[in-house]
């Protein structure tokens, strides 16, 4: 697999760590890659766990998102010795033979470039979720943690019944923002009907294909990876799980709802 | 002359001998005092349930009692074993419905108990009394029904954090009329709720019940009556601390708790409100042990609760405690012996974040002399504090360190944790058990492994830089029982420099590291007393010796290979026309 930097592509021999030392980046870069098991840590270190491991699998199986790419952003510290790079692959052979290798690509490069060529690579990859393309466009996303099996270290039972539920949520042109516990409700037709209730506002039909016709009023929900989602295009148990905060959009603020099927 | 003790003497004696750690040594000394002890020993506790077969215990140990059985690796915890592993509680329960029918206590931790199990076990021992499932999977409420049906003796039911197929609530109205013996029931971990008016029963005919922890559906109203029919309780889980109850409930449940003069220990607290937590005022002098892990209750809301709460010594929180309430329980809870701080993950909470560092865990190593076993959970962490939490408590005994960034550095000098650590391994001669986390080189486990002798278990994640990290370890540590490493970069060439450490000691638990299928093979060759398990979800057709592998589990066993391993699971002796390894080890 080959690994850009500041220009120069190097070849990384599978079945060997490499050690790669980032000394001039520049202030602020990107680091974007196909790789699902791959995740940004803290500002300063990024590591790229083997490919086979399942402890690196994203902890949600019914994430819809496995291949969804991520685009992290890395403020090189001063030290140039802390700005270490280090990547530690190591392949199984079957998933050499089977990878296209550009899936492993790791670049760094100044926010924008080739961003168009990523996007393209995007589009083939199936995903389920309703992506809104929200004027927010523009600004960088903000780094964003893949989950690592057993990480932290915290019992699922503990997991669980700690699962903070509490989300604002907010509408458009209301002055204030209200809070609900997304445990008090078993499904979506209970928490419409509640915020309906809460905001005085009907909403229309819901189709998978169409979303929310008729009322010009959308339902949408930040999940996790600090997307913003149509509420009702996954499963209930997942939407409950991963919704941090609600929104609820006027119609005319005209949308783009992209489909990314 | 015959100089031996008679063997009745040698039963009296024995008969004081309590510790299975001196029993053990005891059976070393000669053939008759090993057939003297073998036939006393009420208590038998086997920490791995691979390491010997349930025949060979029940032949050794007829008069058994008790028994506590432990199966799967510690990181089955986090998800880090495939379900359907093994793990199984069946065989022993079979072999010991058998061969020892007195059998009155059993403990299991990690283990899938089915409901079969749970039947034959209500089946089988007709003066059973003691049921603890920590951590189990694979039964049902229905299973937990035929438990309390059956066991006309029952003493403890205790589920600590089980897994459990919840059926519904029903199964609790099953303990007879004529169960009048419990002394500790646990059902925190269900789902469904109980009804009240069979568990206040219950709970009235019990005069000798000591503990009972409730789960999540039982109502703080709900409490209200149990505890006036229960003042004597030393624990108590509460349920849901959340209804809204009216000025009455609230001063008769005030009431109740005033007249709980012998409680000790306190825990479930779910959704507490905050304007309910003075309730709790009056029993705060007389705990030893809080449990608020579960209890989403923010600062400053804690801090009355932990200033009266003079007496504790064993601390259970979630990190909304923050620095400043960790200053304050430096500075009340003086008798305080374990420390756990849990991470909330309350990031969506509120918009601030959570103000907990490094600085809470230094104050309470300085304001709390007896504080031995810690467990933190805090994003980042410095050097210079575990220096001084190590110069503060040498008497530190479990000292587990979370920073949940992997690889994160000292966050003010952006060095390494070495030198942290180094400082708690060096000071600390009585650790016994460590975790470690953070941005780690090999140096530290230099240090660890010159200077914790005492060390028995080692958690590491995501640390060090090469094969050598794993060669100090186990090297150098002395006592080191059970060693779990994931993501770490290494090593055949330590693994098998070091098989014959493997031997004494209990297991081995590799993840997503980079130890080759061929290494794992010339291991097993070697070493025919250990068993070498490679736990692969994703195996190739043909597995070339550089192949790495996904998990190795290696444990000394007496037993040999297990019978019960899922495809998943290779050892040496499944695939023996492999053959032999060609990797050549230097």
Redesign the interface.
Known sequence: SRVHMDGQSVYVPP?S?CLILASHAPDNFYLSSFYPNFYA??P??I?L??L?????KL?NKKNHNKNKRRILRWKP?K?IL?NFLIL?K?M???KVNELNLKDTELRLGLPGTEQAKEEQEVSCVRSNKRQLQSDNEEESTPPTKTQ????????????N????S??KVSMDGAPYLRKIDLKTYKNYPELLKALENMFKFTIGEYSEREGYKGSGVIPTYEDKDGDWMLVGDVPWDMFSSSC??LRIMKGSDALALDSAL | MDLRLPSKVLEHILSFVDSNEDRNSVSLVCKSWFETERRTRKRVIVRNCYAVTPEAVARRFPEMRSLTLKGKPHFADYNLVPDGWGGYAWPWIEAMAEKCPSLEELRLKRMVVTDECLEKIAASFKDFKVLVLTSCEGFSTDGLAAIAVACSNLRELELRECIVEDLGGDWLSYFPETLTSLVSLDFSCLDSEVKLSDLERLVSRSPNLKSLKLNRAVSLDALGSLLRLAPQLVELGTGSFSDKLDQEAVSKLSQAFSEMKELKSLSGLWDVLPEYIPLLYSVCPGLTSLNLSYATVQMPDLLELLTRCSNLQKLWVMDLIEDKGLEVVASSCKELRELRVFPSGAEGLNDTNVAMTEQGLVSVSEGCPNLESVLYFCVQFTNAAMVTIARNRPNLKCFRLCVMEPFAPDHKTQKPLDEGFKAIVERCKDLQRLSVSGLLTDKAFEYIGTHGKKLRMLSIAFAGDSDLMLHHLLSGCESLNKLEIRDCPFGDTALVANAAKLETMRSLWMSSCCVSFGACKLLSQKMPKLNVEVIDEHPLETRPDSSPVERIYIYRTLAGPRLDMPEFVWTIQKNPEIGVSHLAIK
């Open positions: 079945l760590p840590s803290s300063t270190f590591y766990s083997p086979f491991s399942s402890s690196t902890t510290h030290n802390i530690k190591t199984t052979y079957e690592i099996v057993g990480w932290p270290p915290v019992r699922s039972y503990r997991k019944n700690n699962s903070v509490y989300v941090k905060r």
